[in-house]
């Protein structure tokens, strides 16, 4: 009988699920591989799998109670924090598929909210460009969108007018954030964005998140906000916005897309009417001061006081006709 629950490294060179976890439960334990050694922040997907013989362990930590309850395997470790879980055994589209879960994750997949159907800005319909490179894309399947896949200069998703595109997502999750950040890429890609009329960034994440990285990130919390506030500073006119779940993520983009070509056509529009008003009469010269004209009169050998008072009309008048008489009457 297995008596701890096991974490150890996938011996696979390059499988995107770099864990295995051995559940005890039954004679030889439940083998699965995992992407993450505890779900913190959302559901970790999990696939079957075998142990090794020469496995690497990475964690052992020992069980107070391991049970099956139908579809799902409830998981109680004896340690003070992330202790309790569950592994729930379902079907996608035919096939197996596990979700290793917490009481916190599985609320964050469904957090209480609703999208709204009204239509963004009132636009009838609206077709989003995704990128050729993008994988597992959004399908914006709730909202009134058509989607078309095509190579984007910038960006993951844009929408175009004429052909060019005018606004832009650049879509992250968490991971894919701190890599970036990190590696110095994130500043490079907002001065890119930064050269379309509208763009954002959009993560699939709390911004609290930010702050319970797994600790198979090498990377302190503090460096990652500390290197998001300076990103946002050097490119302030792309926003990094942190959406809950990844259909408020779409949401959130498909309002920001359909605001946009309401506020770059009404600029257009604006333009336009400018451009089209007729000219008008010139501005008429600015009236001199008094002084101004005292100076005058002075330079030019006029009888007038220097310390003040009302000028005479005759040296108002000479300076008028010196000037060309240009100037509206005070």
Same mark, same amino acid.
């Given at each position: 009988?297995?008596?701890?629950?096991?974490?150890?490294?996938?011996?696979?060179?390059? /499988?995107?699920?770099?864990?295995?976890?051995?559940?005890?439960?039954?004679?030889?334990?439940?083998?699965?591989?995992?992407?993450?050694?505890?779900?913190?922040?959302?559901?970790?997907?999990?696939?079957?799998?075998?142990? *090794?013989?020469?496995?690497?362990?990475?964690?052992?930590?020992?069980?107070?109670?391991?049970?099956?309850?139908?579809?799902?395997?409830?998981?109680?470790?004896?340690?003070? %924090?992330?202790?309790?879980?569950?592994?729930?055994?379902?079907?996608?589209?035919?096939?197996?598929?596990?979700?290793?879960?917490?009481?916190?994750?599985?609320?964050?997949?469904?957090?209480?909210? %609703? /999208?709204?159907?009204?239509?963004?800005?009132?636009?009838?319909?609206?077709?989003?460009?995704?990128?050729?490179?993008?994988?597992?894309?959004?399908?914006?399947?709730?909202?009134?969108?058509?989607?078309?896949?095509?190579?984007?200069?910038? =960006?993951?998703?844009?929408?175009?007018?004429?052909?060019?595109?005018?606004?832009?997502?650049?879509?992250?999750?968490? *991971?894919?954030?701190?890599?970036?950040?990190?590696?110095?890429?994130?500043?490079?890609?907002?001065?890119?964005?930064?050269?379309? *009329?509208?763009?954002?960034?959009?993560?699939?994440?709390?911004?609290?998140?930010?702050?319970?990285?797994?600790?198979?990130?090498?990377?302190?919390?503090?460096?990652?906000?500390?290197?998001?506030?300076?990103?946002?500073?050097?490119?302030?006119?792309?926003?990094?916005?942190?959406?809950?779940?990844?259909?408020?993520?779409?949401?959130?983009?498909?309002?920001?897309?359909?605001?946009?070509?309401?506020?770059?056509?009404?600029?257009?529009?604006?333009?336009? %009417?400018?451009?089209?008003? /007729?000219?008008?009469? =010139?501005? *008429?010269?600015?009236?001199?001061?008094?002084?101004?004209?005292?100076?005058?009169?002075?330079?030019? =050998?006029?009888?007038?006081?220097? %310390? =003040?008072?009302?000028?005479?009309?005759?040296?108002?008048?000479?300076?008028?006709?010196?000037?060309?008489?240009?100037?509206?009457?005070?």
């Amino acid at each position: 009988m297995v008596d701890d629950f096991l974490i150890a490294r996938n011996p696979e060179p390059g /499988s995107s699920l770099p864990y295995l976890l051995r559940i005890p439960l039954g004679p030889d334990g439940v083998v699965l591989k995992a992407k993450e050694m505890w779900p913190r922040t959302a559901k970790v997907y999990c696939h079957r799998a075998e142990w *090794p013989d020469d496995a690497e362990i990475v964690e052992r930590t020992p069980t107070r109670t391991c049970v099956r309850r139908g579809a799902a395997i409830d998981l109680v470790l004896n340690r003070g %924090r992330e202790n309790r879980s569950q592994l729930v055994l379902t079907q996608v589209r035919g096939r197996e598929a596990i979700f290793w879960q917490t009481a916190r994750t599985a609320k964050q997949a469904r957090p209480s909210v %609703r /999208s709204p159907r009204a239509r963004a800005a009132g636009i009838a319909e609206m077709q989003v460009v995704v990128d050729s490179h993008e994988r597992y894309a959004w399908k914006f399947s709730d909202e009134q969108v058509t989607t078309v896949r095509r190579g984007l200069p910038v =960006g993951d998703y844009a929408v175009e007018v004429e052909g060019r595109p005018v606004a832009v997502v650049e879509r992250k999750s968490l *991971p894919d954030l701190v890599s970036t950040l990190t590696s110095g890429r994130l500043r490079y890609a907002l001065a890119e964005l930064a050269t379309v *009329p509208r763009a954002a960034v959009v993560v699939e994440a709390r911004y609290s998140d930010v702050f319970k990285l797994d600790p198979s990130i090498p990377v302190r919390p503090s460096v990652v906000a500390e290197g998001l506030a300076e990103c946002q500073a050097r490119v302030p006119s792309v926003p990094v916005i942190f959406a809950e779940t990844r259909a408020l993520a779409q949401q959130w983009t498909y309002r920001f897309f359909g605001a946009c070509l309401v506020e770059l056509a009404q600029e257009d529009g604006a333009s336009a %009417r400018v451009a089209d008003l /007729s000219p008008g009469p =010139g501005m *008429p010269p600015r009236e001199p001061t008094p002084a101004e004209i005292r100076a005058w009169a002075v330079a030019e =050998g006029l009888p007038v006081s220097a %310390r =003040g008072g009302r000028l005479a009309a005759s040296v108002v008048a000479a300076y008028r006709a010196a000037h060309g008489d240009t100037f509206p009457n005070g």
